[in-house]
């Protein structure tokens, strides 16, 4: 991939990156693999977030103009039990990190965030500008993301030169456990699936978000929330099916037949957290400011990203 200038960026200083042993911390090692510029990866050993002390000390370490929080507790059921260990991990340390960019001249901070935030009050698409919550109607998960988000926002002042990115994402796959690796690998036990048709969302590549991410740090876009998933959208269910197909059309021996693969309600399923029936994202604004950057004259579909990720996966098991 071709890289932006980060002219603003003072070589002296990193950009650091929290969650490197993540999904999207992973996509982003990749990306930055031959960039110029100074970038530190940090993991849980390096760093835990759940201590503020912890973090103050690797920001004083380091002293970042940029951050990039992909760090994140992201099990959704057990954040239920956890609550306090997740609102310092998902609230408080977005909330130290983005205290010390806004005081940081030209500071970046970006932060991923989730269609967790919304409590299923539209049936449409949400956009930025709709209103996320009700904290009351989310599951612990989305009041801590909801409450990093609010933290980071009230960080920041028109008047300072440093910016925050808040990328709302959803239903994120890359290297590590995900749905679609769980599919394929049910397929290949059972010669029955039942997943639920009526939760609907966007797949969401995680190395493509991560080279959204590398263009949005380097470029001098306004601070904001910007919605970052690709075209289309799709059920649990139906992207089941869709992945099942692509892996035989790309040779993987797969045990179940795609009429067994039923659809079920996710009533059937009862968690301990709740979950959105509407994901869905509307990427609007992204893709404006995107065009702007002349960075992608093609903007993704879900389906094709969906379809080269899982030939990878095939053609990597095929080989091992
Ligand atoms: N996955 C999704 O479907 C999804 C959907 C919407 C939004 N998002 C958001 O996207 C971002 C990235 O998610 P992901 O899928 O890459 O998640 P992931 O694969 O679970 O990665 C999260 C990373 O955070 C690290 N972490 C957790 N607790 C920590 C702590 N106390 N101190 C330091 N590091 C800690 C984990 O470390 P270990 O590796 O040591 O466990 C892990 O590497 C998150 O903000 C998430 O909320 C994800």
């Known amino acids: 991939m071709s890289y932006p200038s980060f002219e603003f960026l003072d070589n002296t200083k990193p950009i650091l990156v929290f969650g490197r042993d993540g999904q999207v911390g992973k996509a982003l090692q990749a990306c930055f693999t031959d960039s110029k510029v100074p970038v530190v990866f940090m993991g849980r050993t390096d760093c835990d977030l759940s201590s503020e002390s912890s973090i103050r000390e690797v920001l004083d370490r380091f002293q970042p103009q940029v951050i990039i929080n992909a760090a994140a507790y992201i099990d959704v059921d057990q954040a239920e039990v956890e609550r306090e260990l997740v609102f310092a991990i998902n609230a ?3 909330q130290v990190m983005a205290q010390y960019i806004a005081n940081i001249a030209h500071g970046v901070l970006i932060h991923y965030s989730t269609d967790y935030v919304f409590a299923d009050t539209k049936k449409m698409a949400y ?17 801590s993301k909801l409450a990093g988000e609010n933290a980071i926002q009230d ?8 910016r925050y990115f808040i990328m709302r994402t959803s239903w ?3 290297e590590g456990d995900n749905f679609i690796h769980t599919i394929l690998r049910l397929a290949g036990e059972g010669d029955q699936l039942k997943v639920v ?8 590549s995680a190395q493509w978000l ?17 919605h970052a998933v690709p075209d289309g959208e799709t059920s649990w269910h139906s992207l089941a099916l869709f992945v099942i197909q692509s892996a035989v059309a790309a040779k993987s021996v797969i045990q179940v037949k795609s009429e067994n693969i039923l659809p079920v309600s996710a009533a059937n399923y009862p968690s301990p957290a709740k979950r ?3 994901s869905r994202l509307s990427n609007t604004k992204l893709k404006k400011a ?4 002349a960075f992608i004259s093609e903007y993704p579909h879900w389906g094709e990203q969906v379809e080269m990720y899982v030939r990878d996966l095939v053609r990597t098991s095929l080989r091992g």
């Not at 500008?129 to 009041?143: F, N, R, V």
């Not at 960080?155 to 440093?162: H, L, N, P, R």
């Not at 991560?210 to 910007?226: D, Q």
């Not at 995107?290 to 950057?293: C, G």
Request: aromatic share 6%; hydrophobic share 30%.
């Open 290 to 293: 995107l065009s702007e950057m």
């Open 172 to 174: 994120v796959y890359g």
């Open 210 to 226: 991560a080279e959204i991410t590398l263009r949005m740090a380097g470029s001098e876009l306004e601070s904001g929330i910007y």
């Open 92 to 94: 408080r340390a977005p």
């Open 155 to 162: 960080a920041f002042d028109v008047t300072q030169d440093s």
């Open 127 to 143: 956009s930025e500008t709709d209103t996320a919550g009700p904290m009351s109607e989310l599951s612990t998960y989305g009041q």
């Open 276 to 278: 959105p029936s509407n």
């Open 197 to 204: 048709a009526d939760q609907v969302g966007v797949p969401t």
